[in-house]
């Protein structure tokens, strides 16, 4: 898992790419419970729908695994019990397995044949390390807009003019995505046929996908023809990404930039033309002079009356009436 992707939008990659399942493995059951309301409350940038609305989701409180089960949350403890066929004691689940005494001889593991699996062997496996995700203080590593004062035309104008930094690429892609929560049916439909098609979430989808870096290394070890694992070199991953973010960026035109920043402008101003204020008159306030002499004669009364309470009213009260001149 790369700086850019946090667990759900990587397990929804693997997910939408390989149409598996995607078991998320946790030491003890409260991190499962907190991994679970992640998950519940986990709004992708490019779809407005919750990760739990997308995918079905389940943390396992039995030995039941339901079949149409998308992403799994188990307890180590959970896991080794199920594989083993076993009845677990569910206070084991609150403790740490490395907080225990480890066996000199690593647990032999039988796989259970009642656990739902595809028919084919098992070859392919994405590991998650989440460690201390929970444990810590949460925040993002990076901030997607990192340009938030540059304008959100002056970003799609510069993309389209061939800029592939990932500041402004990440920028773009945010503001977008941050529109895109405000946007109507009918303004969805306009961007989409400006864009040829492409609904605004796809073009999100897109740009972020082209600064990704496991996608950056994927495309820069094609370019260089070597296989996965080896090092590609810097020049080939800069080649890489000014590719993917030009491929990405392909849709973006004059009319449909404009037509972005003229919705956005709307969102951000509402003028009401329809009902438009009227003055009904214009007039000294009668009563100003009396009470702004009310409030001077209040305040004159409040400092005498704790000229003793307060040592600098004490102070000013003490000296001679013609030395009392204020100063500032």
């Known amino acids: 898992m790369t700086a850019n992707q946090n667990p759900e939008q990587k397990a929804r990659d693997h997910i939408d790419a390989h149409g598996k399942r995607v078991l998320f493995l946790v030491d003890t059951k409260n991190l499962g419970e907190q991994a679970e309301q992640e998950m519940m409350s986990y709004v992708p940038l490019d779809d407005n729908r919750k990760f739990t609305e997308l995918y079905n ?11 149409d089960s998308q992403v799994c949350i188990s307890t180590i403890q959970r896991l080794y019990s199920i594989l083993k066929d076993k009845e677990l004691d569910e206070a084991t689940e609150q403790i ?3 907080e225990l005494a480890q066996p000199k001889v690593p647990m032999p593991v039988a796989y259970n044949e009642k656990v739902p699996s595809a028919v084919s062997a098992k070859t392919h496996y994405v590991i998650v390390d989440a460690i201390g995700v929970t444990k810590s203080l949460k925040t993002a590593s990076q901030p997607l807009i990192t340009k938030p004062t540059v304008p959100l035309k002056d970003l799609a104008m510069s993309v389209m003019m061939g800029a592939t930094e990932e500041d402004t690429v990440s920028s773009l892609a945010g503001s977008l995505a941050r529109l895109n929560k405000q946007l109507s049916t009918d303004e969805q439909r306009r961007i989409r046929d400006a864009a040829g098609g ?4 796809q073009l999100v989808g897109k740009l972020f996908g082209a600064i990704d870096a496991d996608n950056i290394e994927a495309k820069a070890l ?12 810097d020049a080939k991953r800069e080649l890489a990404q000014q590719q993917l973010v030009s491929e990405a960026a392909c849709v973006l035109n004059g009319d449909l930039i404009d037509l972005i920043d003229t919705i956005r402008r709307d969102k951000e101003q509402t003028i009401d033309h329809d009902n438009i204020d009227s003055l009904l008159r214009a007039e000294w306030d009668k009563d100003a002079a009396n009470n702004a002499q009310a409030l001077t004669d209040e305040f004159a009364d409040y400092l005498k009356a704790n000229q003793d309470n307060i040592e600098a009213l004490t102070i000013f009260f003490s000296q001679p009436y013609r030395r009392r001149e204020l100063s500032f």
């Open 57 to 67: 989701v389940q943390r396992l409180k039995s030995s039941f695994v339901a079949k």
């Open 96 to 98: 740490n397995p490395a």
């Open 198 to 201: 492409m609904e605004l979430t």
């Open 222 to 233: 094609e370019l260089a023809g070597q296989r996965v694992g080896t090092d590609s070199g």
